[in-house]
């Protein structure tokens, strides 16, 4: 939960409670669009120059996560969706001698060590998951080619399963990474409608 400040940084007047989620690997911001459209307060983080259109990205490296990590708010939730094409099951690398560089991977999972939140999630395509169990185990969930890791309240499937063909199929299309690589709005709406029924849940225990 945030005091949010009129500026960033630590000054400023305090007007009001809001949750906070970081966006770590944030490409378009497909993971926290449904959060960005309502009050929580967005961070998103990516390390392309292109990207800064994007309404509330800062152009940061997750590997340099110590340089600017402290200059956040303590975030509610955390979203990390490490770049896949090394790990698409599409990459023609033969998977007898493939050695993925999981160093973003590392650190996003660094930055979720640091912070604490009370919940995370990490997103991946199917190919990483060898790589990525050696690290943290097994997925918690999968949605279509979309596969979760991490502390999360489970996603209720059952609303979204319509949508999982279509999404399967829209990967397939001829796009840009970034556009391959974004989460769906359902998705994201979801991960927030869990989230904000886990909170009610609690405060009435």
């Not at 926290?32 to 940061?60: G, H, K, M």
């Amino acid at each position: 939960m945030l005091y949010l400040w009129l500026r960033d940084g630590r000054g400023g007047h305090m007007i009001g409670k809001r949750k906070v989620v970081w966006d770590l690997c944030s490409g378009l911001g497909g993971w926290t669009e449904a959060f960005a459209q309502s009050d929580w307060v967005v961070i998103r983080i990516d390390n392309n120059p292109d990207l800064e259109y994007v309404p509330f990205t800062r152009i940061w490296d997750v590997k340099d996560w110590m340089d600017w990590i402290d200059e956040l708010p303590h975030p509610d939730l955390v979203v990390a969706s490490p770049p896949c094409q090394e790990f698409s099951t599409a990459n023609p690398v033969s998977r007898l001698d493939f050695d993925p560089d999981m160093s973003i991977v590392q650190a996003c999972l660094d930055i979720i060590d640091y912070s604490k939140p009370r919940n995370w999630v990490l997103e991946n395509v199917k190919g990483a998951c060898p790589y990525i169990r050696k690290l943290i185990g097994h997925h918690r969930q999968f949605i279509g080619p979309f596969f979760l890791w991490g502390n999360f309240p489970f996603l209720d499937d059952r609303r979204i399963r319509g949508y999982q063909k279509n999404i399967a199929s829209e990967k397939s299309r001829t796009r840009s990474a970034q556009e391959v690589a974004m989460i769906p709005f359902e998705i994201s709406f979801q991960l927030k409608r869990s989230f904000e029924h886990q909170e009610r849940i609690t405060r009435w225990c």
